[in-house]
């Protein structure tokens, strides 16, 4: 639809058509009056030769009839000179007039091709344009000025500019100020907007120029929430680090979410399997008392399929960013929206692998909770779930301590010799303990946090949510924030490993769909495939359904092995193929039990069969030394080959060089169930 119109720009254009134009009525005074003197000047010059040429004739000539003779001819002359005269005069007048005329023609093309262009530019512009007249009624209304008020630009000509944005009946030219627009559905939303004045014929202008800046203030509210949680973050790993009981650390957890994360409310649910109830065994922001108005449960009943009771029950996070319209809140809808808890977001916390209870926080905002905080939360729930496993660590230590001191009590007197040897073991089991102890609080908590927070930043100012950046400046922010995650990695590779070493990573032994956690690996790894551009195939038989194992140590498992074919493969595919493997047995003499067959096949580079025997041993890469071509931490293969084994399976390879790779995994489909 054009919404602009030669006509409606006229005013702008006026003075442009004025200037143009080279026949202007004082131009044409001028010329009149040049007209006289040239006929007075005539009429004196055909006087005086008419006069003096018949003298003279009468002093020339005697004979009357070659007089009249002569007198013809001189007449005939002067018609002759006079009309050549004539006609040169009107030839310049005629060629004065042509030029003009060709003039004003080119000036009108000029103003023509001016007007088209401006309405071109009116009508494409990016900022919404309105044209008032003098008494405030609109004259002008173009297409960004139709898509911000949903409005028609035909209809609302006439219409005041009051009627869109308020208060603009009394703006002044040259004003600049922040203010709300009325969309055709009574939405308001904030602009900003400046003003000045075309000074027409008959008439002065006003005209608005509108900008909607509702995205760049939900930029600036995102950047404000991300900032004061990524904040909070960091003060939940300082009071990891530094408390040394459950309850405390769950309160500080609590109020470092309320307060620096400006959230609603945050409590803690801890399940009593008596009662089946999620109890708060910490909360704050509760100063209206919701927690003694609700009852939830961790199990099927209908109090425990809200948010809080499906993420314990369910072991995943359960995001509701519209509380009141979400059916799972249904029992508890009256005091939601009597506490005014618009989006709720909670995650499960884990001790020793098992989900014991929640992190529940609340927003007085729905939307408030997108991937970024989701994110963020979700690593907060993950640090208390580390924690707590510290925490039961130190207790398990402190209990044998206490144990070991009461047994030496008793065999003081009989084993002087031996109880100063377990003395001496215990204090450099202690030391060590320590020492790993603070290794893995330092590494998971001093390390990963300011890490956390280089990469959630720099993502931040890669999506230029801070301002504009060059290509090279997003050049090298990529380069910072790959080598903080190829850093994150490794961290995480080193803790994995150290607690499976140490004997305290249980793996966990509940039903989950094996196909969907084979499509959330996939789905993991697709952008690296179309990075290289490689096909990446499944084959997932009909037969594979709900398997009983840790389905988190599984999806662990082939994502590294998935990980491993892309990065080795340079061209080819990459196919991961899951199968039944009936009548299973790990050792000879092991009963045969049903299993699960997933294989990860590359047509990579391959590897010699010298180096087979290489793999699984940690911290050891294939190319390593000088001629190494791939990143990694050697510790992939390893970690997989010591999940595979707690969960009762087994991982082997088979590959040649330079043709391709296959990795299997076969894992029980029900420990310590019937074949």
């Known amino acids: 639809m054009n919404t602009v119109t030669e006509g409606s720009v006229d005013a702008g254009l006026g003075r442009v058509e004025e200037a143009s134009l080279p026949a202007s009525p004082r131009h044409r005074l001028h010329l009149r009056s040049r007209a006289w003197p040239i006929v007075i000047g005539y009429l004196v010059v055909a006087g005086l030769w008419i006069y003096f040429s018949d003298q003279a004739l009468l002093v020339l000539v005697e004979d009357p009839e070659l007089f009249l003779v002569l007198s013809v001819y001189k007449g005939w002359a002067f018609v002759a000179v006079t009309a050549g005269i004539l006609l040169w005069l009107l030839l310049r007048a005629f060629g004065a007039i042509e030029k003009s005329y060709r003039s004003l023609e080119a000036a009108r093309a000029r103003l023509g091709a001016s007007r088209s262009q401006l309405v071109a530019i009116i009508e494409s512009a990016m900022d919404a344009m309105i044209a008032v007249d003098a008494e405030r009624r609109i004259v002008l209304f173009n297409a960004a000025a139709e898509r911000m008020f949903e409005h028609d630009a035909k209809e ?53 120029i509108l900008r909607d800046i509702s995205e760049r203030r939900e930029r600036l509210r995102e950047i404000g929430r991300l900032s004061r949680l990524y904040s909070a973050l960091s003060q939940i790993n300082q009071a990891i680090v530094r408390t040394r009981a459950r309850d405390a650390l769950f309160e500080t957890v609590c109020r470092v979410l309320v307060q620096q994360g400006r959230l609603r409310m945050a409590w803690v649910g801890w399940h009593d399997p008596d009662s089946e109830r999620l109890l708060p065994a910490a909360s704050w922001g509760d100063e209206r008392h919701y927690l003694d108005s609700v009852a939830i449960y961790g199990d099927d009943r209908p109090e425990g399929r809200g948010p809080t009771g499906t993420a314990f029950r369910e072991g995943r996070p359960y995001i509701a960013n519209a509380t009141l319209d979400d059916p799972a809140t249904l029992p508890w809808r009256a005091h939601i929206e009597h506490h005014q808890f618009y989006a709720v977001a909670v995650f499960p916390i884990r001790e020793r692998g098992v989900v014991r209870g929640t992190l529940s926080v609340y927003a007085a905002v729905a939307g408030f909770f997108q991937d970024k905080e989701i994110a963020l939360l979700a690593r907060a729930a993950d640090d208390v779930s580390y924690a707590l496993d510290h925490l039961a660590n130190e207790q398990e230590r402190r209990q044998a301590e206490r144990a070991l001191r009461e047994m030496n009590a008793t065999l003081e007197q009989r084993v002087e010799e031996r109880t100063a040897q377990l003395e001496s073991a215990l204090e ?12 893995l609080a330092t590494m998971s908590h001093e390390l990963r946090t300011p890490l956390n927070s280089i990469i959630g930043f720099t993502g931040m100012v890669l999506q230029e949510l801070a301002g504009p950046l060059n290509a090279e400046q997003a050049k090298q922010l990529g380069m910072v924030r790959g080598s903080a995650r190829h850093l994150l990695e490794l961290i995480n590779d080193v803790l994995d490993l150290s607690k499976i070493e140490a004997g305290q990573l249980e793996v966990n032994s509940e039903p989950f769909d094996l196909a969907a956690s084979v499509q959330r690996a996939m789905a993991a790894v697709t952008p690296l495939a179309q990075a290289k551009q490689l096909p990446l195939e499944v084959d997932v038989s009909d037969d594979v359904g709900t398997m009983v194992g840790d389905a988190r140590r599984v999806e662990q498992i082939l994502l590294n092995l998935l990980a491993n074919a892309i990065k080795f493969t340079e061209c080819g595919w990459v196919r991961l193929t899951v199968a039944p493997q009936p009548g299973y047995r790990r050792t000879p003499d092991a009963p045969a039990v049903d299993a699960v067959r997933l294989a990860v096949t590359d047509t990579g580079i391959g590897i010699k069969a010298d180096d087979l025997a290489k793999l699984f041993q940690p911290f050891r890469q294939l190319d390593a030394g000088l001629t190494r071509q791939h990143e990694g931490t050697g510790l992939g293969l390893t970690i997989c080959k010591r999940l595979a084994d707690l969960m009762g399976g087994e991982i082997v390879a088979e590959s040649e060089w330079s043709v391709g790779s296959t990795f299997t995994v076969i894992l029980p489909a029900h420990p310590g169930g019937e074949s």
């Open 428 to 439: 450099r089991a202690e030391a060590a303990d320590q020492m790993k102890s603070a290794f």
């Open 156 to 208: 609302v000509v006439g219409w005041r500019m009051d009627d869109f944005v308020p208060g603009a009946g009394v703006a002044e030219p040259a004003l600049h100020w922040a203010t709300e627009g009325l969309r055709a559905n009574g939405d308001r939303f904030p602009i900003e907007a400046s003003v000045s004045s075309v000074a027409g014929d008959t008439a002065s202008h006003m005209t608005f």
